[in-house]
C-alpha cells in the first residue's frame, strides 16, 4: 500500500529557506499526481504545489517563485524547496498523492475535481 513520510519541517526566521521531504513508497506505477497541501491553524487546507506525471508543475499564486516541487529521479522522494519564506507560511504540510487526478489531468492547484486518496502524516514549518 502507499506510504508518504514527510520529514524537514522546523522553525525558522523570515526570509530563510527549507526543503521538505515526502518518502513515498507503495505506488504499483508512476502514475500518480503528486502535491503538497497545507493547512495554518484555525483555516482550511490548500494546495501549494503538484506535480504532474509528465513533469509539469503548477503553484498557489502565494508561493510562486518561491517554492519549487520536486522529485528525485527514482521518484522515492518528493521535495519541497521553500525560499524567502515569510509568517503566512507557517503551517502544517503535507504531501499527497493521486491516481484519478493524473488520469483525468486534475493535477493542478486549484483543481478540485478529484479527492487525494494517500496523504502522509505531516511536517510543521514555522516562521517568525
Known amino acids: 500500500h502507499v506510504q508518504l513520510v514527510e520529514s524537514g519541517g522546523g522553525s525558522v526566521q523570515a526570509g530563510r529557506s527549507l526543503t521538505l521531504s515526502c518518502a513515498a513508497s507503495?505506488?504499483?506505477?508512476?502514475?500518480?499526481?503528486l502535491a503538497w497541501f497545507r493547512q495554518a491553524a484555525g483555516k482550511g487546507r490548500e494546495a501549494v504545489a503538484t506535480?504532474?506525471?509528465?513533469?509539469?508543475?503548477s503553484y498557489t499564486v502565494v508561493v510562486e517563485g518561491r517554492f519549487t516541487i520536486s522529485q528525485d529521479i527514482d521518484k522515492s522522494t518528493l521535495t519541497l524547496e521553500m525560499n524567502n519564506l515569510v509568517p503566512d507560511d507557517t503551517a502544517m504540510y503535507y504531501c499527497?498523492?493521486?491516481?484519478?487526478?493524473?488520469?483525468?489531468?486534475?493535477?493542478?492547484?486549484?483543481?478540485?475535481?478529484?479527492?487525494?486518496?494517500?496523504w502522509g502524516q505531516g511536517t510543521q514549518v514555522t516562521v517568525s
Open positions: 506535480l504532474d506525471v509528465d513533469g509539469s508543475t
Open positions: 499527497a498523492a493521486d491516481r484519478e487526478a493524473a488520469l483525468y489531468r486534475a493535477c493542478t492547484v486549484g483543481d478540485d475535481r478529484y479527492d487525494y486518496d494517500y
Open positions: 507503495g505506488f504499483i506505477d508512476n502514475n500518480y499526481c
